[in-house]
C-alpha cells in the first residue's frame, strides 16, 4: 500500500469517526496519537491534520494542541432549515415521478429498520438507513448533486443527528415519522407531508434540548 493511500485510509478512518462521535466535540487529537495509532510517521500526521482542518472537523492555534471541533447551534438551526425547506420541494417534485420502484425502495428501507429495530444492532446502522430513506427522492428527482452537497456541508448537523440517535436512542420514534412520511407520500397528501417533514427534522433539537443545556453543553459552541 502506497504512503498516499495509507494516508488517505487514515483520514477517512479518522473522519468517520469524528461524524460518529467516537471523537467527541471538543477532544484532543495530536499527531503523535495519529502516529503512534497508525503506524506512521509525523510527516504523514501533520497532512492528516490538515485535511481534518480543512474538513471543518478540527481547530488548531499554533504551538497548541488540534481538537475536535465544537458543535455549532446556530449553523444546525440553519442546516436544519435548509433541509426542511429543500425535502418538502423535493418530494412534492418526487411525487410527480412516483413509480412502483420508487415505493418499493421506500417500504424496503422501511422493512429493513422495522427487522434492525428487533435485534441489536449498532447506531450507525441505523443511521445509514435513515439517510439511504432520505437519499431516495433526492435520487428519483435527479437532484443528486444537490444530496452530495448537503452531506459534505453539514458537518455540524451531521453529527449533531448522531448525538440525537446515539444518545437519546429514539430509533422508534423516528420510524415512526418515516412511516408516517412514506404513507403521506404514497396518498400525495402535500398538506401533511409538509407538516411531517418540519417535525421530523426539527424534532432532534426537541428531544436534546435539556441534554444541550446540560450534560452535553461541553459539546457545544458558546455563541
Not at 491534520?49 to 478540527?58: A, C, H, P, T, V
Not at 447506531?123 to 427522492?137: I, N, P, S
Not at 456541508?153 to 429514539?170: G, P, S, T, W
Amino acid at each position: 500500500m502506497s504512503v498516499k493511500n495509507t494516508t488517505e485510509n487514515i483520514y477517512e478512518d479518522l473522519r468517520d469517526k469524528i461524524m460518529n462521535l467516537e471523537y467527541k466535540p471538543g477532544q484532543t487529537i495530536t499527531e503523535q496519537e495519529i502516529s503512534k495509532t497508525y503506524g506512521v510517521s509525523r510527516t504523514p500526521s501533520r497532512d492528516i491534520l490538515g485535511r481534518l482542518k480543512s474538513s471543518g472537523l478540527i481547530e488548531s492555534m499554533p504551538f497548541k494542541t488540534s481538537h475536535v471541533t465544537l458543535l455549532d447551534m446556530d449553523i444546525i438551526k440553519q442546516s436544519i432549515y435548509m433541509r426542511v425547506v429543500l425535502e418538502k420541494q423535493i418530494i412534492k417534485d418526487a411525487i410527480k415521478l412516483i413509480n412502483d420502484k420508487f415505493i418499493a425502495d421506500m417500504e424496503y428501507n422501511l422493512k429493513l429498520q422495522e427487522l434492525l429495530l428487533k435485534r441489536q444492532f449498532e447506531t450507525k446502522e441505523f443511521y445509514d438507513l435513515d439517510c439511504q430513506l432520505h437519499k431516495l427522492w433526492y435520487e428519483l428527482t435527479k437532484n443528486l448533486f444537490i444530496w452530495e452537497k448537503i452531506e459534505k456541508a453539514q458537518v455540524h448537523y451531521k453529527r449533531f443527528k448522531m448525538l440525537d440517535i446515539l444518545e437519546v436512542k429514539n430509533f422508534k420514534d423516528i420510524y415512526k415519522d418515516h412511516k408516517e412520511l412514506i404513507e403521506a407520500i404514497k396518498d400525495k397528501n402535500i398538506e401533511k407531508i409538509d407538516k411531517v417533514i418540519s417535525d421530523h427534522l426539527y424534532s432532534g433539537i426537541k428531544r436534546l434540548q435539556e441534554l444541550i443545556q446540560g450534560e452535553f453543553s461541553e459539546y457545544f459552541k458558546k455563541n
